[in-house]
């Protein structure tokens, strides 16, 4: 087998698209146009291939064809966090009501950018003073006022960096393609990232394609009970699983119930080593994606501080992304 | 009628079945032919009617057709209940090795089925017995072991009642074709059960067609660790949530983030009343099927002390589904 039926399929019965050219034809038959071609793409490619090989000894089944992708940092930029842009947006509002919360020292950090303050925090002390934050400004509320409070947030949100642009721009093209290629090819694909389970739901299917039932996150302890007269969801101010490093894989095995044969992460934390390990323990072909943040022109050149993830993929022959080398383009171009 | 469904489908539907008749042709345009003709079966189909007519007022769209299911009682039966039947299998070995556990009295009741003890609990005080029975005989293990345990088991697990049977007969085929029927009009079909989350994937697939993703159930605390030199996934014994009434709701929110527009349940305990009333509380056209056991010719008949899931039914206008009336047939003849 080379191409995916379903690709030439796209190729030849479109909705009215425009008139087929050289250049057309390469785009559509190229499920990958945004990756240079390199070693990374041909690995990629090669996997795929071979687990969709019905008669081949990789042959994955379709029920099996599971893959999971970290968010911040490997969908989208994470210099800052866009969720934390939406937490201290609701941070704002509540501060305004409640003007004590300024006194705690990371949230007046917070609400006035106070980048010496936030740049002495070690990775450990910014996630934690990030979980007070979030657990402040988005909990005590229905999941329903919620969403709709993130959603009109998203409508306008500007990324900050490397210039001011749609936070919907700052996803990244390959990652998109991967994504679509994947599914063209019998994945099911799903996020599983340290942002919170609610907050991703709101823009996964718009973004990514991916439905809110193939979301996981961050997750707040919830109850059902009325709220004006009509039985709903409640998020309380207690965090009932943080999804990140060895929470993870226990997050899939809760959400999933099976390893998944494609992983996708990236280095700044170690907090992918988790799934992508789980991932490589099945019995049967895996995948293990690490993109590293290597391009400071176009996006950011940023490094753990102990190196895990990148040695982790030494030592399990990951394949690991160069966004420099391996991307001809960084920022989303699709609608 | 006392003959028990099984006895007839083994005369009539085997795989090398009678040469095609018009009665055979009929059943096969029918999608729901164990159902009667009353007036249950016209109001289920007219809802898929009307919910899938892209040009109508009621058109839901194919991402929020999400069916939620119970197990126990809504689609196989529930006396007794199978998973107690495993967790016994599995208390009895751990009893070989620690016979201290035979002095806790409810064990002990298990191990002999000492009926009168058993029969002298309330609903309440029998389901914390089961969840300590399943404590100890479901956690302290891998999540690998656990299943292939359940999957060896159900191979040759039999259901007593009314006549000994393999435990997959003791499914329903009306619910299965319904299983069918609205996978086939673009539902997403959900387990959504007081059973636990890996004992159900172990038969989900085979049993229901139900991928392991799309099952949901009352779940141990589960940790990362290595296990023989292989990182995997732990079942502590700790119960982290008890996928029963109130709760049902909270893990429809956590692992589909919506609320379902179908939802089937069925009468005993009032068990899954909330995530009938969450699938109600949605904004758009919802169904709620509720399956009453009145039917000891051929299962079971047995009703709530409080009536309050048909209460429920006749205040949500429900649709409540007679055993006895409803279906010609009760037990699985589907392979």
Same mark, same amino acid.
Request: charged content about 20%; proline content about 6%; aromatic content about 10%.
């Given at each position: 087998?080379?191409?995916?039926?379903?690709?030439?399929?796209?190729?030849?019965?479109?909705?009215?698209?425009?008139?087929?050219?050289?250049?057309?034809?390469?785009?559509?038959?190229?499920?990958?146009?945004? %990756?240079?071609?390199?070693?990374?793409?041909?690995?990629?490619?090669?996997?795929?291939?071979?687990?969709?090989?019905?008669?081949?000894?990789?042959?994955?089944?379709?029920?099996?064809?599971?893959?999971?992708?970290?968010?911040?940092?490997?969908? %989208?930029?994470?210099?800052?966090?866009? $969720?934390?842009?939406?937490?201290?947006?609701?941070? &704002?509002?509540?501060?305004?009501?409640?003007?004590?919360?300024?006194?705690?020292?990371?949230?007046?950090?917070?609400?006035?950018?106070?980048?010496?303050?936030?740049?002495?925090?070690?990775?450990?002390?910014?996630?934690?003073?990030?979980?007070?934050?979030?657990?402040?400004?988005?909990?005590?509320?229905?999941?329903?006022?919620?969403?709709?409070?993130?959603?009109?947030?998203?409508?306008?949100?500007?990324?900050?960096?490397?210039?001011?642009?749609?936070?919907?721009?700052?996803?990244?093209?390959?990652?998109?393609?991967?994504?679509?290629?994947?599914?063209?090819?019998?994945?099911?694909? #799903?996020?599983?990232?340290?942002?919170?389970?609610?907050?991703?739901?709101?823009?996964?299917? $718009?973004?990514? +394609?991916?439905?809110?039932?193939?979301?996981?996150?961050?997750?707040?302890?919830?109850?059902?009970?009325?709220?004006?007269?009509?039985?709903?969801? #409640?998020?309380?101010?207690?965090?009932?699983?943080?999804?990140? &490093?060895?929470?993870?894989?226990?997050?899939?095995?809760?959400?999933?119930?099976?390893?998944?044969?494609?992983?996708? +992460?990236?280095?700044?934390?170690?907090?992918?080593?988790?799934?992508?390990?789980?991932?490589? +323990?099945?019995?049967?072909?895996?995948?293990?994606?690490?993109?590293?943040?290597?391009?400071?022109?176009?996006?950011?050149?940023?490094? $753990?501080?102990?190196?895990?993830?990148?040695?982790?993929?030494?030592?399990?022959? %990951?394949?690991?992304?160069?966004?420099?080398?391996? #991307?001809?383009?960084?920022?989303?171009?699709?609608?």
């Amino acid at each position: 087998m080379t191409l995916p039926g379903i690709l030439l399929v796209f190729g030849s019965c479109g909705p009215s698209g425009p008139p087929a050219t050289e250049s057309a034809n390469k785009a559509v038959s190229d499920p990958l146009p945004s %990756w240079s071609d390199t070693a990374t793409k041909k690995t990629i490619m090669a996997f795929v291939e071979k687990v969709t090989t019905a008669s081949g000894p990789d042959f994955v089944t379709p029920e099996d064809r599971i893959a999971t992708f970290d968010n911040d940092g490997t969908l %989208w930029a994470e210099q800052p966090i866009i $969720e934390s842009l939406f937490a201290m947006h609701r941070l &704002k509002t509540a501060a305004e009501k409640t003007p004590s919360l300024k006194s705690k020292q990371s949230f007046k950090a917070f609400l006035e950018d106070d980048k010496k303050y936030l740049g002495s925090l070690d990775h450990d002390e910014l996630l934690n003073a990030l979980l007070q934050l979030i657990m402040v400004a988005e909990a005590n509320t229905s999941r329903e006022e919620f969403q709709a409070s993130a959603a009109e947030f998203m409508k306008t949100a500007t990324y900050p960096k490397p210039a001011p642009m749609p936070v919907k721009k700052a996803t990244y093209q390959p990652m998109i393609e991967l994504l679509e290629y994947l599914r063209a090819n019998g994945f099911e694909t #799903w996020l599983c990232s340290g942002g919170t389970t609610d907050f991703m739901r709101t823009i996964s299917q $718009e973004y990514y +394609g991916i439905p809110t039932q193939q979301v996981m996150g961050t997750r707040f302890k919830q109850q059902y009970k009325e709220i004006n007269g009509r039985l709903a969801i #409640w998020r309380l101010p207690q965090i009932e699983s943080i999804n990140d &490093k060895y929470e993870k894989p226990v997050n899939i095995a809760l959400n999933v119930g099976k390893r998944p044969s494609f992983v996708a +992460g990236n280095v700044r934390s170690g907090g992918d080593i988790g799934q992508l390990s789980y991932s490589q +323990g099945r019995s049967g072909p895996s995948f293990q994606l690490l993109i590293n943040h290597d391009d400071a022109g176009r996006e950011f050149a940023y490094q $753990e501080k102990d190196n895990a993830s990148l040695n982790a993929a030494k030592a399990g022959n %990951w394949t690991v992304v160069s966004m420099k080398n391996d #991307w001809k383009q960084i920022f989303r171009t699709a609608p």
